[in-house]
């Protein structure tokens, strides 16, 4: 199956059978597959069990054995370029099988990333292009002989000719201004936390209820790029109402003239620790220190006349820092922009206004300056936003303006988008560039080709210095080994931006190493922009049983907004860090570059972590959940594809050996009792956890069965949330009637699934009811997965006449849930979960991951049952109280709207 680390467009590319619900979707543009060298893979079929031979009816059609390609390269179809005056902006979608979205198989979901250049380098976004080989085999029809691409900006028309001669493409020139408010609307519609107000330092994002079609229009679109265009947008148009000359590049070039520096993002990062009131003329200098002109709301701080102190202090260039000359220029620019736009904005009755373009930058200064103008000027009336795309407007919607992307891209729904921020580009605080080389694998660093390799005038503005282009030694132009990437070699780096907009590391198809993290102190800089790669998922949608009242948030805390959840549990990640690195070196002990594999995924975590300790909205509004996922993405990343493969196996095994006994013992139950014990079972089983502190501490004082039965004996009622009797008289009471449809969310391999849900899953079975098991589609911790669940739910129907009659007639099935972390996000659903919703009557969420962390405050329309044990003394505290402890379970009963009797 394909993975993080086997990026479709670089290595092998699965074609895989589409399932029916994809197939509208696929990207029209024929792939021209190539089908030398391929190979149907084997199928895994388990050996010696009776239900072998039976596919497991009911169950997804068993998926299409994968065929490789290993001679296909051409994956990449679509992409887009904004030309502008300062930057050149490319957006390109790499399709590829996603693995994450069932057991059925790939479909065709893909990703999208965001690159730049600057303008005056042209050669080197070419570079990219070929190297990328974005210009091979895409639409071919419309632009004449070869590939024709959607190009906006003046560039487009500027290099066509450039364009068509090295690379052979055609760009059609798109509308600047349709491109911009393209781009905007598609990120604010479709982007979860695309949109944010700014004030104090502290970013808002915009509910989504705020940014319906309904609800977004009419809005004040600014684009401040080299300069400044001031967009109307309505729901069915828009019109270029005003701008202005004096924009980014108006800031770029003067503060080029004024302070020598050349690098934008070193010119953001010195105004960081200045003071303008040293160049700036203050109402209080005219008026005298500490009097201001309260009459017309001027305190003695506000800026009276920009650059005015000068004058008044006699003074020339020398006799003031850069520092303060930068940030009383890109106050100066900031503040003009903010007031032409609230003019704007006022003479049409706006009162939203949305700021994009790269000049912003993300940079925390420039917001708060232009939001609290904004804010001033309009009196309270109006509000400032800004998008995290900032500077991609144009060419995301230059590459919507592509008929293909268009179907494609636009038709997807909100859940199917994933943002996924692999690779930290700024490192831990502290971690200076000795340690880091003295523990990490050398950065790749490729060889400059002649054409790109121009004396940088500024090291960190050379954001894009290549490439090995195929003539690769396994020397980099330092003299260092290159990492091998397992035939995946190598590539290019940016050796200095910090951006990860610019990075598609996620994707997989840079090499795992830490190219950019070998110089810190160039990386942190005052920008803080994190965009991710957008990751398409279009078998992935809201769970349709969702309450519909609030909107849904899979987690109980915000991490934006508390911060002593937020350090509680970057802590807890941070402790269990030096565990999982031992785990993930001793799962691939044949391994040559295990070591640097293992340090690299400790270093790119733990540097998430410390982004997130620094700026908690780095990666929009992200929970606990995603942050659990993130930490599974980043053990993918390094090509860790199951860390907990072995464990998982020997406690399914070791499970499976009990089973019989266990339900013989079950059986022998009244309703009542069976009942009971089914649930304490389950309770019992989710102490298997290999990602909790508490349960690796037992792990080293007992086997498996030990643990298991000591647990058994111990989760006696009252639990610490205790809805058991409501469940017992939904089940067995007087009017009692039994479900039609049970959805079993499955948490853990071994005791958790074997002992405890399938046990469960039977006792419906028996009652009459359809059983669905949901499980992870990729591997998460010790979780089970939907593959992994089948290969053992056909052993346990060896075992046992009910499960193999339900498998054989279809009643029990399994159906991987689309996700690959230990929480669940219900707007993330596969289809096929989603499909199996519709008659569901009752769902059973298990764990700590799927039913507290994330899940607990969840509604749905159905009966939910929420069944865990506590493995976080903290978590247990906040829920239950103060007698809240470790080991505590929770059994958790909601009635639903619907299908109560
Ligand atoms: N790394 C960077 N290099 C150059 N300019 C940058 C950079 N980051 C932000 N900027 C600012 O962004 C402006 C360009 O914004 P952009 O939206 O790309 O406009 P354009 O399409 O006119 O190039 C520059 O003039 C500068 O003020
Ligand atoms: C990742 C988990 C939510 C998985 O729990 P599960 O769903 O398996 O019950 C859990 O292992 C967890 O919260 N771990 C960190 C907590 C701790 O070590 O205290
Ligand atoms: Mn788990």
């Not at 700021?355 to 940079?363: K, L, M, P, T």
């Not at 636009?410 to 523990?439: D, R, Y």
């Not at 949330?721 to 959805?743: H, Q, S, T, V």
Request: aromatic share 8%.
């Amino acid at each position: 199956m394909s993975t993080e680390t086997d990026p479709p467009d670089e290595k092998d590319v699965e074609y895989r059978h589409q399932p029916t619900h994809a197939r509208n979707r696929s990207l029209s543009a024929p792939l021209r597959i190539d089908l030398t060298d391929a190979m149907i893979e084997p199928t895994n079929r388990p050996s010696s069990s009776r239900a072998t031979s039976r596919a497991l009816s009911g169950a997804p059609k068993p998926e299409a054995p994968a065929i490789t390609l290993p001679r296909q390269r051409e994956a990449v179809r679509h992409f887009a370029m904004d030309l502008g005056g300062s930057l050149v902006k490319l957006v390109y979608f790499s399709a590829g099988a996603s693995d994450a979205s069932g057991t059925q198989g790939g479909t065709q979901g893909g990703r999208l990333h965001f690159r730049k250049f600057p303008s005056k380098r042209l050669d080197e976004c070419m570079d990219f292009i070929e190297f990328k080989k974005l210009h091979v085999g895409g639409d071919g029809g419309e632009g004449g002989d070869g590939v024709s691409v959607k190009a906006t900006g003046g560039g487009a028309y500027k290099y066509g000719t450039t364009f068509q001669e090295r690379l052979g493409i055609t760009l059609q020139k798109e509308d600047e201004m349709a491109c911009a408010v393209a781009g905007a609307n598609f990120l604010l519609e479709t982007i979860r936390d695309e949109a944010f107000t700014y004030r104090n330092d502290e970013k808002v994002f915009i509910s989504k209820d705020d940014l319906t079609r309904e609800s977004l229009f009419p809005y004040l679109l600014v684009n401040i790029g080299s300069g400044v265009s001031i967009i109307k947008v309505d729901k069915d148009g828009h019109e270029r109402v005003s701008g202005s000359n004096i924009g980014g590049g108006t800031f770029w070039g003067l503060c080029r003239l004024l302070t020598g520096l050349k690098d934008y993002d070193e010119m953001l990062k010195l105004s960081a620790e200045a003071d303008n009131a040293k160049v700036d003329m203050l109402v209080g200098d005219i008026y005298g220190r500490g009097r201001g002109y309260p009459n017309i709301g001027l305190s003695s701080e506000t800026i009276a006349s920009s650059f005015g102190r000068v004058v008044m202090d006699e003074g020339s260039l020398d006799d003031y820092s850069k520092a303060d000359i930068t940030l009383s220029l890109l106050r100066m620019i900031s503040y003009n922009i903010a007031h032409i736009a609230t003019m704007n904005a006022a003479k049409y009755d706006l009162k939203r206004i949305f700021f994009g373009g790269y000049f912003i930058r993300n940079h925390s200064y420039t917001m708060n300056t232009i939001s609290f103008a904004v804010d001033f000027w309009s009196k309270g009336e109006m509000k400032a936003m800004f998008l995290r795309h900032e500077g991609f407007l144009g060419a995301l919607g230059a590459f919507l303006q592509d008929v293909e992307a268009q179907k494609n891209l636009s038709n997807a729904a909100q859940g199917s988008w994933i943002e996924k921020f692999i690779k930290c580009s700024v490192p831990p605080k502290g971690m200076g560039k000795k340690k880091l080389s003295s523990t990490m694998p050398s950065p790749a660093r490729p060889r400059s080709s002649q054409k790109s390799r121009r004396a940088s005038e500024n090291d960190s503005s050379d954001a894009f210095r290549r490439m090995s282009l195929g003539e690769g030694s396994g020397v980099d132009v330092d003299g260092q080994p290159r990492v091998s990437t397992g035939g995946n070699s190598l590539d290019y780096i940016t050796p200095t931006e910090s951006y990860s907009e610019e990075e598609d590391l996620s994707s997989g198809e840079e090499t795992p190493t830490l190219s950019r993290l070998d110089d810190p102190t160039q990386l942190l800089n005052s920008a803080g922009l994190q965009v991710g790669v957008l990751h398409l998922e279009p078998t992935l949608a809201k769970f349709p049983l969702l309450r519909e009242e609030s909107e849904y948030d899979p987690n109980i805390f915000d991490m934006l907004t508390d911060t002593t959840e937020r350090e509680y549990w970057l802590d807890i990640l941070e402790r269990l860090q030096p565990g999982l690195v031992e785990r993930a070196l001793v799962s691939d002990p044949t391994s040559a570059d295990v070591k640097e594999r293992a340090e690299s995924f400790d270093t790119v975590f733990k540097s998430h972590l410390s982004r997130l300790r620094e700026e908690p909205a780095a990666y929009g509004r992200i929970g606990l959940g995603d942050l659990f996922e993130m930490r599974e993405e980043c053990l993918r990343f390094f090509r860790f594809t199951d860390v907990y493969e072995d464990v998982k196996k020997q406690e399914n095994e070791s499970a499976l050996l009990v089973l019989p006994d266990l339900l013989a013992e079950i059986d022998s139950l009244n309703d009542d009792e069976r009942l009971l014990a089914i649930i304490e079972g389950v309770l019992a089983g989710n102490i298997f956890d290999w990602g909790s502190q508490g349960t690796l501490d037992l792990y080293r004082n007992g086997t498996i069965l030990e643990i298991y039965r000591k647990a058994r004996s111990t989760v006696n009622r009252p639990w610490a949330i205790d809805d058991y009797d409501a469940l017992r008289e939904r089940m067995n009471g007087p009017k009692a009637r039994n479900y039609r449809k049970a959805l079993l969310f499955c948490d853990n391999s071994g005791a958790d699934v074997i002992l405890g849900m399938i046990p469960f899953a039977r006792e419906l079975l028996k009652r009459g009811a359809d059983v669905v098991l949901i499980a992870n589609g990729l591997p998460a911790i010790n979780d089970i997965t939907a593959n992994e669940l089948e290969v053992v739910l056909r052993s346990a129907a060896s075992l046992d006449l009910c499960l193999s009659d339900a498998i054989t007639s279809g009643a029990l099935s399994v159906v991987s849930s689309g996700s690959g972390s230990p929480c669940l996000d219900f707007r993330r659903l596969s289809n096929d979960a989603c499909v199996a919703a519709r008659d569901a009557d009752l769902i059973i969420l298990e764990g700590m991951g799927r039913a507290i962390h994330t899940n607990y405050r969840a509604k749905f329309a159905c009966d939910t049952l929420k069944l865990a044990m506590i493995k976080n003394q903290r978590l247990a505290e906040q829920l239950i109280g103060p007698k809240g402890a470790m080991w505590d379970c929770v059994a958790r009963f909601e009635p639903g709207s619907l299908s109560n009797p």
